[in-house]
């Protein structure tokens, strides 16, 4: 029982990571989190 926080830790960590991976780099343009990219032409507009 000594080590029994690791099977609660790891997948909660995991599920954590996994999470914050796909909305940072696989999720679709529109749906990432922190990376908004705009064009040229509408950052010169502004």
Do not use: E, N, Q
């Amino acid at each position: 029982w000594d080590d029994h926080f690791v099977y609660w830790i790891g997948p909660i960590v995991g599920a954590i990571v996994a999470g914050f991976l796909y909305r940072t780099v696989w999720a679709h343009h529109d749906r990432r989190m922190f990376v908004k990219r705009t064009s040229a032409a509408a950052a010169s507009k502004a």
